[in-house]
């Protein structure tokens, strides 16, 4: 059998998403099924009064469900339990649900919707996360002693950098449906979203109920990118609420103006460094301040401060550290899950820390960072020594030998230069870099306290059916499984069946994020196939022929079809998680970009015209997939650099439409040049990282460098809009000034 592994497989679940024959949430045809809305708060801050109903509409035709109708515990079950299913006198931020309606068709919930209007006593809102001060969270991270090594450095730089929010933007919006339980008490989700397990606690937390009268059930995804990760918790806890109220099943299906207008985007950041270097540019301490502003409710604000504080020193060597973190509690809609998780806020503020510092010395950024870049044997920020699938210096030289950057006369801010060419045309171009890494998988002790479980099962027709918890919302999940499993038993592609994420039928495998899906559940998924194919080997002492035969003959002589398998981490792993001290992540992926802009003069506007990326994966499953993958997140990355604009006024988001949410388009993408590194990771699947999450963090930075080196301005605040460049501008050439 030709092996799968390394080796570009057809898509299984493509034929379906290319004809259109996939069913979405939105295309269930569920018989007799309601529609359900929400009546939300229009103030950031306030006590709820109540909510008026007109009597003028016949509040008969719908079915209503508050507070009251919670029958347990009125929170969204996550981390911490902060914040409630519904407002019941305390209102957080401008879209907070206070009461949800059913009706029979849209047009009846619509005037409903209208027709209930809530009664609040605004409050003082607090808005700039600089003025919050309640802190959900807070980490210190210290190697050596920074402070006394800043009190005798000779030279330190200081730079303070800042990144706004993004919205994930998947092709799908937010939806579910839940049924009323059935006759055995057992109540039905079924939705688009990443972790179905995430959306079963907290509807058993709600119904105050047992775990098995709860069934949570994935259907076709159009994306996610994290933003499915928390919110289907919520819509779910609404669905069910009025499934129960109406009698019949409920379908509550945002349209893109409510999901922009209401659900997390990625956290806003202001990350301060002060950096010590000697003459050569060596790193000596490094004082780090991470500020992000969570919203008003803690969701998933904690593990994101984890990631960032933890990527916050970079992919680079320093022996003496301190990295203090906090996420706080703001009045604007919570924030939440976005790929990179934290990682690319920080990595902008240090690869813009580290241009700044090679400005500072007058050396090459690429010179600054070889002499500074993680190698094997060297601890990170937080003491983990680096031993294995290091691919540091191949990413960097790689993408060096690519671009030449590192024989570019890249200009750092305030450098003189000369125009673009001898026409004095009014364009400038510019070339950037940036070097880093990403944990893959859960942070810390995260994956031991999981306890990830696969099943692989033999059906009577002969195929090996995976049964996981991970979810397929566009990545490729699917092709990744079933080439792991058609590989470890020796198999053909159509012998596997990658099962529906069904709670009531797959073990809990964990979420769909943190680039564990492949490195993490995939070796679960590897190891169960191995299993099962030693045991038919052993009975049949022959692996010719068809799989599918040997797999019947296997079951009818009683051999044992099933074989799961419990994820156990990499052996050695320490963590403390009270210091935030030992081995963070099993494994690092690393990369380095290099970006190419032109910056019209005249309008200020950017114009990204080639992108390299050169990544070390460990091992490249699918490799088309994993291209895919660098591709998809270098274009998110240059999106957040310089084009993607989500701002808040009165906590209201303002791009509450696609036509004011702009996300880069055709025109806007450059040609994207992806090289992998395969830099194997021993207890990896085939040797495999993670990949999903790593684009992400230098796209911004490198577009940001590109810029500088093309004005000669400093480039602190994403998304570099033309009004923040205009205004660096004006600010360096106070002479061009009108």
């Not at 529609?35 to 509040?59: C, I, K, N, Q, Y």
């Not at 559940?521 to 599918?548: I, Q």
């Not at 490198?702 to 660096?728: C, F, K, M, Q």
Request: charged share 25%; hydrophobic share 40%.
């Amino acid at each position: 059998m030709e092996r799968t592994v390394g080796t570009d497989i057809r898509r299984p679940e493509g034929p379906d998403k290319v004809s259109g024959r996939a069913v979405f949430v939105a295309d269930l045809a569920t018989p007799g099924a309601w529609f359900g809305g929400t009546v939300r708060s229009d103030v950031p801050r306030g006590e709820l009064l109540g909510v008026d109903l007109d009597p003028a509409f016949d509040w008969d035709r719908v079915r209503l469900a508050g507070p009251a109708e919670v029958p347990g515990a009125n929170v969204v079950a996550m981390i911490n339990e902060d914040m409630p299913v519904l407002a019941e006198r305390e209102v957080r931020h401008v879209g907070q649900p206070l009461l949800l309606v059913a009706a029979p068709d849209a047009e009846t919930l619509g005037a409903a919707l209208a027709a209930a209007r809530p009664r609040i006593a605004p409050l003082p809102a607090v808005l700039d996360m600089e003025d919050a001060p309640d802190v959900l969270h807070e980490i210190l991270i210290e190697k050596g002693d920074a402070p006394s090594a800043l009190a005798r450095a000779a030279r330190i730089i200081e730079g303070t950098y800042r990144t706004d929010t993004q919205e994930q933007m998947y092709i799908e919006p937010q939806g579910v449906i839940a049924w009323p339980p059935d006759a055995s008490g057992c109540t039905v989700v079924r939705g688009s979203m990443q972790c179905p397990f995430y959306v079963h606690k907290s509807l058993v937390t709600m119904l105050g109920t047992r775990a098995d009268a709860v069934r949570v059930i994935q259907v076709e995804t159009g994306g996610g990118f994290g933003g499915k990760e928390d919110y289907p918790s919520v819509l779910a806890c609404h669905a069910v609420l009025l499934a129960r109220a109406a009698g019949v099943p409920v379908r509550m299906i945002y349209d893109r103006h409510e999901d922009l207008a209401v659900t997390p985007k990625r956290h806003p950041s202001r990350v301060r460094h002060r950096t010590s270097v000697a003459d050569d540019g060596t790193l000596l301490a490094m004082d780090i301040d991470v500020l992000l502003d969570g919203g008003a409710y803690t969701t998933l604000s904690p593990v994101v401060l984890s990631r960032a504080c933890i990527h916050a020193a970079g992919a680079y060597r320093c022996d003496h550290v301190r990295i203090r973190g906090r996420v706080v509690r703001t009045d604007h809609v919570p924030y939440g899950a976005f790929r990179g998780f934290g990682a690319p806020q920080v990595c902008f503020a240090v690869e813009r820390q580290m241009d700044r510092i090679a400005g500072a010395l007058a050396l090459h950024p690429a010179e600054l960072r070889r002499k500074n870049m993680l190698r094997v044997g060297d601890t990170t920020a937080t003491g983990q020594r680096l031993e294995t699938s290091v691919g540091s210096v191949e990413v960097m030289e790689r993408v060096l030998a690519r671009s030449r950057f590192d024989r570019h006369a890249w200009r750092s801010a305030g450098v003189a230069r000369e125009p673009h060419d001898s026409q004095g045309a009014r364009k400038r171009t510019g070339v950037g870099f940036s070097f880093f890494f990403h944990g893959a998988g859960f942070t810390g002790s995260g994956e031991e306290l999981l306890k990830a479980r696969v099943r692989v099962e033999l059906d009577q027709g002969g195929r090996a059916v995976v049964e996981t918890a991970s979810t397929e919302f566009g990545q490729g999940t699917i092709a990744m499984f079933t080439a792991l499993a058609a590989d470890a038993l020796g198999a053909a592609p159509e012998d596997i069946r990658i099962a529906a994420a069904d709670t009531s039928r797959v073990p809990n495998s964990g979420p769909t994020v943190a680039s564990r899906t492949c490195m993490v559940v995939g070796g679960c998924v590897m190891k169960a196939c191995a299993e099962l194919r030693a045991r038919m080997s052993a009975a049949s002492g022959d692996e010719s022929g068809p799989f599918a035969d040997r797999a019947r003959a296997f079951l009818a002589g009683g051999g044992d079809g099933l074989a799961e398998v419990v994820y156990a981490s990499p052996p050695g792993l320490v963590w403390d998680e009270e210091h935030y001290r030992g081995d963070a992540y099993p494994a690092y992926g690393w990369a380095a970009d290099v970006a190419e802009v032109e910056v019209d003069l005249d309008t200020f506007e950017v114009r990204v015209t080639r992108f390299l990326s050169t990544v070390d994966v460990g091992k490249a499953i699918q490799p088309q997939l994993v291209e895919g993958q660098i591709e998809g997140g270098s274009l998110q990355a240059i999106g957040f650099a310089h084009l993607e604009v989500v701002t808040t006024e009165g906590g209201r988001f303002l791009q509450d439409r696609m036509a004011t949410c702009i996300i880069p388009g055709t025109l806007d993408t450059p040609p994207i040049e992806v090289e992998l590194v395969e830099v194997p990771f021993p207890h990896g699947p085939a040797g495999a990282k993670g990949v999903g999450e790593l684009p992400m963090d230098g796209g911004a930075p490198a577009v940001a460098s590109a810029i500088e080196d093309a004005l000669g301005i400093h480039v602190d605040h994403i998304p570099a809009t033309p009004e923040r460049l205009l205004d660096a501008w004006l600010r360096a050439h106070p002479e061009e000034a009108l």
